[in-house]
Each structure stands twice: as structure tokens, then as C-alpha cells.
């Protein structure tokens, strides 16, 4: 039993840092998204939600309005990489 755990952690300590190293040499995907008019790029995840891209843009959900393919989305609305995304900010004054 000791036998085998030894075996399994000297596995372990071999593999998890060559998994690490080939998840960072990945290229990060880049979303396009026009902010205000002017196109800007932000890294994309599988499963990113219009709440990470506002955070990512350093906005917040108060200011703004996410369009995503001409259609107006909730926080929560998941993005695909294939998406035309829109975000509109808010401009308030007197």
C-alpha cells in the first residue's frame, strides 16, 4: 500500500507540472467587442458570461448594456467566441 502511494505521488509530482506547462503555452482566444463604437479585444474562456466581459472591461452592469447578435442580454447570458458583441455605456450629465 505505501509502495503504491509512493508510486502515485512521484507520478503526479511528474505529470502536474507538464500539464501546467502545456496549458500555458496555449494562445489565449480574443474576443472582439465594439465598446462605444471603438473595437477592443478582451481574452475568452468557454463558458464566459456577459458579467466576466463587463468585468473584463473594467465596467460594471449599472453603466452598460451588453448586445449580443442584435439582441439585448442579462448578465448571466453566456458568449461564444462567434458572437457580435455590443457593449453601450451609459452617459449621464446635467
Avoid: H
Amino acid at each position: 500500500m505505501i509502495i503504491n502511494l509512493r508510486l502515485s505521488t512521484n507520478f503526479l509530482n511528474t505529470l502536474l507540472p507538464l500539464i501546467f506547462m502545456e496549458l500555458k503555452s496555449e494562445k489565449k482566444m480574443k474576443l472582439k467587442v465594439k465598446v462605444v463604437g471603438r473595437e477592443r479585444e478582451v481574452d475568452y474562456f468557454p463558458g464566459m458570461s456577459v458579467k466576466d466581459l463587463i468585468s473584463s472591461l473594467g465596467l460594471t452592469p449599472d453603466i452598460c448594456i451588453v448586445v449580443k447578435n442584435g439582441q439585448v442580454v442579462t448578465e448571466d447570458e453566456k458568449i461564444d467566441i462567434s458572437d457580435d458583441i455590443k457593449v453601450i455605456t451609459a452617459i449621464s450629465g446635467g
